[in-house]
């Protein structure tokens, strides 16, 4: 099911059981998750696990709220999925190839296309599956945590801005080298590469609406020109914005396999 959620800026959130384990897979807006003592910062292009049993609350750190696909899956199916359950949510990593599914899941789902429905859930669930991000023994500091998403907010929140490592080095309160190193231990990519999937999960968003002008899109989230979106999308997607748009009506999805 879609879940939309249309709350402000806000503080904790009351807190919601989880009776079966599910997928969150967000594809607009910002949230914090807190359960039993940890804190994810979610936003499109990951994908999120809650193990039944546990309860979580949300914050709001940005206006706007947020949108979402929840998926349930057959006991047996989660279990042969994620055989090593953890009793904590998890969160895997920025994927925009997971993002690009999403979107072409929402279409079927809107086109009453169930077996299609099926095959692209369970593809997304085994991509989940071998996404999460493993626990590190040098896992960071709450402190350097904190620095790293908010910058992360700042990327997600406003991908048009020419961004550069100084700038986002400096709102961090680290040198360049130091910030660079920092951000991609904690994500596991790159500042140019976290900011270049943020603007394309952005411009998939505004494809998936229905919007046409290529350019328009380009330039509203801060891509050089519409062929450097459509470059954009080749190089990570291995598809071409027509044939996106196939997709979105009906077409098949290329693994999620592909270019990285």
């Known amino acids: 099911m879609t879940i939309s959620c249309d709350l402000?800026?806000?503080?904790?959130?009351?807190a919601y059981y989880v009776a079966r384990t599910w997928i969150?897979?967000?594809?607009?807006?910002?949230?914090?998750i807190h359960a039993r003592g940890d804190q994810h910062l979610v936003h499109p292009a990951v994908g999120v696990v809650f193990p039944a049993g546990i309860e979580y609350r949300m914050t709001h750190p940005v206006e706007g709220?947020?949108?979402?696909?929840?998926?349930?899956f057959?006991?047996?199916?989660?279990?042969?999925?994620l055989p090593d359950r953890s009793e904590r949510v998890q969160?895997?990593?920025?994927?925009?190839?997971?993002?690009?599914?999403?979107g072409v899941l929402m279409a079927a789902m809107r086109q009453g296309d169930t077996g299609r429905v099926e095959d692209l859930a369970l593809a997304i669930l085994r991509e989940i599956a071998a996404n999460i991000a493993p626990s590190d023994p040098r896992a960071p500091t709450a402190t350097l945590r904190k620095k790293i998403d908010r910058v992360r907010i700042?990327?997600?929140?406003?991908?048009?801005?020419?961004?550069?490592?100084?700038s986002l080095a400096r709102i961090a309160g680290y040198s360049p080298y130091h910030f660079a190193h920092q951000f991609r231990a904690y994500?596991?990519?790159?500042?140019?590469?976290?900011?270049?999937?943020?603007r394309l999960?952005?411009?998939?968003?505004?494809?998936?609406?229905?919007?046409?002008?290529?350019?328009?899109?380009?330039?509203?989230?801060?891509?050089a020109h519409h062929s450097h979106l459509t470059a954009t999308l080749r190089r990570r997607l291995g598809i071409t914005p027509r044939a996106l748009r196939e997709q979105l009506r009906g077409g098949t999805p290329r693994s999620l396999r592909g270019p990285r």
């Not at 402000?8 to 009351?14: I, V, Y």
């Not at 700042?154 to 048009?160: I, K, R, S």
């Not at 990519?189 to 943020?198: G, K, Q």
């Open 187 to 198: 994500t596991g990519t790159s500042v140019h590469r976290y900011l270049a999937d943020m």
């Open 154 to 166: 700042l990327l997600a929140e406003c991908p048009d801005r020419a961004w550069t490592v100084e």
């Open 91 to 102: 969160v895997t990593r920025l994927d925009v190839r997971v993002r690009h599914a999403v």
């Open 24 to 32: 969150g897979l967000p594809i607009s807006g910002l949230f914090r």
């Open 201 to 223: 999960a952005a411009a998939l968003r505004r494809i998936e609406s229905g919007e046409s002008s290529l350019a328009t899109v380009a330039a509203d989230l801060g891509f």
């Open 74 to 81: 057959r006991g047996d199916v989660i279990e042969e999925a």
């Open 8 to 14: 402000p800026r806000s503080g904790l959130t009351d």
């Open 65 to 72: 709220g947020d949108t979402d696909v929840a998926l349930s």
